[in-house]
């Protein structure tokens, strides 16, 4: 071999040799490389969460609520979410968000490579101050489900393989359904349905591709992305967007140019109507079934299991309820004559221009839900004069046809001047007047919240579905619901349940109690009741007893069958959980709510079942199940007899029959209702209440009128009322149920009837019926009449007691005034001081007065 050959062989060989053994460095190192980096995914990749939980993950969506006609009334939420199926949420806007986030997304397996080095070289370059994220749809759903958020390489690398993992586990299509409905969009907006209906109070299918694009600029930092604050920096990232989806090809040239010169739209800026301006405002009904709802399936099912919840509400007589109570509560307050106003003010440093008042009263909390005769706004006093006083109204502007001023004879019935009762700076509420037959504005005229409260309920007496709730004046003064809530003493409304124990132990309404004076011994002293006109009446049948509302008659009548009897009725309504076994909560002296008196009453109502009261029809998940039925509820259960009858005549509906429970005979329930007609129609409630249905109830006033009640019903409707302060304190003199509570049930009732309609209480067959005089208790004949002759129903197979006088073991002294039923008093023998009997009475009325007699 040559020298040539020989030193080409050696130089051929260092050359192999060098380049081995770069080779084999070059070798070792990716082998190293891919061991550490093997290692780095070994260590982190132990104990990660389990990310195939996530193919059964139901996200926290909205509850909403439905009235009767299927009509959205209230919404709950936690976070607020409308979840969407990949399948229904349009492609366009799939393309928007997969532009703006990952144009890669259906090519990867879970992580871009290309992506994290660019991110890795601008992290270097730049020394850590520009660190951008390089996550894929796939990361991104890791770290909002299973990671935490923040920017650490451990973080990074875990979201890298779970987000491997979970591309083997669930699809493309699955991934960005999980996507695009956890993901924050500002606003309290959670997924691309809520956002969509936030910002444009729009559905997906409606969105245009600009408003697609915006929605998709929302991920990368809501908060610096604001439609209004920031409305710059977001159209020019709505504009990034579309063109990155013009680069992939999702739309063209033309649908770019055009789409590019839209402007930027928002709710928030106005130029489209609020979503929530198309929900009532919330009230105690809705809020009603929240507290319930949360008791039953618990706070977070509630508010995060996108329930539907079907309620028993009727918005028409809702509205009746809310006015009829409003009106009663608001007349009270007026004839006090005291100006309160709201308590709120505005400092007078932002009084100075239009821009400033206005932006303080929007940020005032006061009442916005009230509605009476027409809308009430809040309003800030800007110039208080002798004769009238200039206002800020909000949404309102001061023009020449309708000026913002008020005059002075607007608060005639107010103690005081302008200058004494408002200062500049006061907000008030005040109502457009307007000209009852034309509807024509007349002026501005102030309104102030009532302190005294109240409470309202109506009911279907056959379901127990309540059809109105109105829990106070407003809502939004005070949350607190005095329907279910507020405790109070029913007083005398509670006596139909003395009457029902004694009716059902063998009493008649044609019994005679003796009405006189009784003394009671108490550890607080002799108790001396009083009837409500502090006179007397002596035997008097138990039907005069309701109608009139006799407390001693009722006191009486408790003692004679026992307090252990009539407590037991009142629990067994569920009036009472455990009632007090003392002689006065024969009188209502034991507190209930109103939203339990009503659920008893309309036992009397159906005949006697028990009915359970209801504020929900149905509740179904979010996946339209059915997990609450109130008629498939124990006790509510109905059975149809013939439904699967063919031969049905025409026009005959088929026999459904009830399944309830009888907790009173049919019998009681008729006589006892019987004789609450009477309250309405000659008693108590005679001078407020007038129906063109038969119309049964029982009115109550407590011990110095601190609580006025009027309950009653027609054959299909129960509903109430009672009024009175929160505090408990009298209401003043003339106060009374019939008087204050009697109105607003008949206001509600005659739209009530007129909807519901109404007719006969339903007699039972057991009923034999009897002419009785009213006024004594005597059995008539079967051809009798007058004004003191009624038909009693007696229990058919028992002879009715005539004659028999029960005083409940007090005697009946004879140092009183007996007072007839015309209101005359009966004649009674006396001794004179000189020891001769003589007769004294009746009283003389003034027609049996001669000009003889007065002088």
Not at 828 to 855: D, I, M, Q
Request: charged share 25%.
């Amino acid at each position: 071999m040559g020298l040539q050959s020989k030193e080409a062989l050696l130089v051929t060989r260092f050359i192999f040799s060098f380049f081995g053994a770069i080779f084999s460095v070059i070798t070792l190192g990716v082998m190293a490389v891919a061991l550490s980096i093997g290692a780095i995914f070994w260590i982190y990749g132990r104990d990660l969460p389990s990310h195939e939980s996530l193919a059964q993950y139901t996200p926290p969506t909205i509850s909403r609520i439905y009235s009767q006609e299927g009509q959205i009334i209230d919404e709950f939420a936690q976070e607020r979410r409308l979840f969407t199926p990949a399948d229904q949420i349009p492609d366009m806007v799939k393309q928007a968000f997969i532009s703006a986030e990952d144009k890669n997304f259906y090519e990867h397996h879970g992580y871009d490579v290309r992506g994290i080095a660019a991110a890795v070289i601008d992290a270097v370059r730049t020394r850590g101050r520009d660190v951008r994220g390089a996550s894929t749809i796939t990361q991104q759903v890791m770290k909002n489900f299973l990671l935490s958020g923040d920017r650490k390489i451990e973080r990074k690398i875990k979201e890298i393989i779970l987000a491997s993992r979970l591309e083997e586990t669930l699809s493309k299509d699955k991934i960005l359904e999980l996507y695009l409905n956890e993901i924050f969009l500002g606003q309290n907006s959670y997924g691309v349905t809520a956002a969509a209906q936030t910002y444009f109070n729009k559905s997906l299918s409606e969105l245009a591709p600009h408003e697609a694009a915006m929605l998709a600029s929302m991920p990368k930092a809501p908060s610096d992305f604001h439609p209004v604050r920031n409305k710059e920096r977001l159209l020019d990232r709505r504009n990034y967007v579309l063109r990155e989806m013009r680069e992939n090809g999702y739309i063209d040239e033309a649908t770019f140019e055009s789409e590019v010169a839209q402007p930027l739209r928002s709710v928030q800026n106005g130029d489209f109507e609020p979503y929530q301006n198309s929900l009532p405002p919330r009230d105690y009904f809705t809020d009603e079934i929240r507290r319930q709802l949360t008791t039953e399936f618990g706070e977070g099912e509630f508010f995060s299991g996108g329930l539907s919840v079907r309620a028993t509400l009727d918005p028409e007589m809702q509205v009746e309820a809310a006015k009829s109570l409003r009106i009663a509560l608001e007349d009270y307050d007026r004839s006090l004559g005291r100006w309160r106003g709201t308590g709120k003010t505005i400092p007078e440093e932002k009084l100075g221009s239009e821009a400033d008042w206005r932006a303080a009263l929007a940020s005032v909390a006061v009442a916005r839900d009230v509605d009476l005769d027409s809308q009430w706004y809040p309003a800030v006093v800007l110039e208080v004069g002798d004769q009238q006083m200039r206002l800020g109204i909000e949404n309102v502007e001061d023009t020449a046809e309708r000026p913002t001023v008020v005059p002075r004879n607007d608060i005639s019935w107010a103690k005081g001047s302008f200058q004494d009762n408002f200062e500049r700076g006061d907000v008030v509420h005040v109502r457009a007047m307007t000209d009852d037959k034309t509807g024509e504005f007349i002026r501005w005229t102030l309104r102030q919240v009532p302190r005294v409260q109240g409470a309202f309920m109506a009911m279907d007496v056959n379901t127990g579905r309540v059809i109105a709730m109105q829990g106070g004046f407003s809502y939004q003064d005070s949350v607190f619901n005095r329907a279910t809530q507020a405790l109070r003493q029913p007083g005398s409304s509670f006596k139909p349940f003395v009457y029902a124990s004694a009716l059902d132990s063998g009493f008649s309404p044609s019994t005679i109690i003796i009405d006189a004076p009784i003394e009671i011994n108490t550890p607080q002293g002799v108790w001396r009741p009083k009837n409500a006109s502090n006179t007397y009446y002596g035997p008097t049948p138990l039907r005069t007893g309701i109608e009139q509302s006799r407390n001693l008659m009722t006191i009486r009548l408790a003692q004679e069958i026992g307090m252990d009897t009539v407590a037991s009725y009142a629990e067994k309504f569920g009036v009472y959980d455990h009632m007090g076994r003392v002689l006065a909560n024969a009188l209502g002296a034991d507190e209930t709510t109103l939203y339990k008196m009503i659920s008893a009453y309309a036992m009397f109502a159906n005949g006697g079942e028990r009915v359970s009261p209801t504020l929900v029809d149905r509740v179904q998940d979010r996946y339209g199940r059915t997990v609450y039925n109130h008629e498939y509820e124990k006790g509510n259960e109905r059975t149809c007899l013939d439904c699967a009858d063919p031969n049905l005549p025409p026009g005959r509906g088929p026999d459904i029959r009830n399944n309830r429970d009888r907790i009173m005979d049919a019998v009681t329930a008729y006589q006892l209702t019987s004789m609450m007609r009477g309250v309405v129609e000659r008693g108590t409630a005679s001078r407020t209440v007038n129906l063109p249905v038969p119309t049964a109830g029982k009115t109550g006033t407590t011990n110095d009128a601190k609580d006025v009640w009027m309950l009653g019903f027609t054959s299909n409707i129960v509903a109430g009322c009672y009024i009175g302060y929160d505090t408990p304190r009298p209401l003043g003199r003339g106060a009374s149920g019939g008087g204050m509570c009697g109105p607003v049930f008949n206001r509600f009732m005659l739209k009530a009837v007129e909807k519901y309609g109404g007719g006969q209480f339903k007699v039972p067959p057991a009923c034999t019926f009897l002419n009785m005089d009213r006024f004594t208790g005597a059995r008539l004949g079967p051809d009798a009449t007058g004004p003191n002759v009624v038909a009693e129903c007696f229990r058919s197979g028992e002879e009715p007691l005539f004659g028999i006088q029960l005083d409940g073991g007090w005697a009946m002294t004879g140092n009183f005034d007996m007072i007839q039923p015309d209101g005359s008093t009966r004649p009674r023998e006396v001794t004179t001081s000189t020891g001769r009997k003589a007769t004294v009475g009746p009283k003389a009325s003034f027609g049996t007065l001669s000009s003889g007699g007065l002088y």
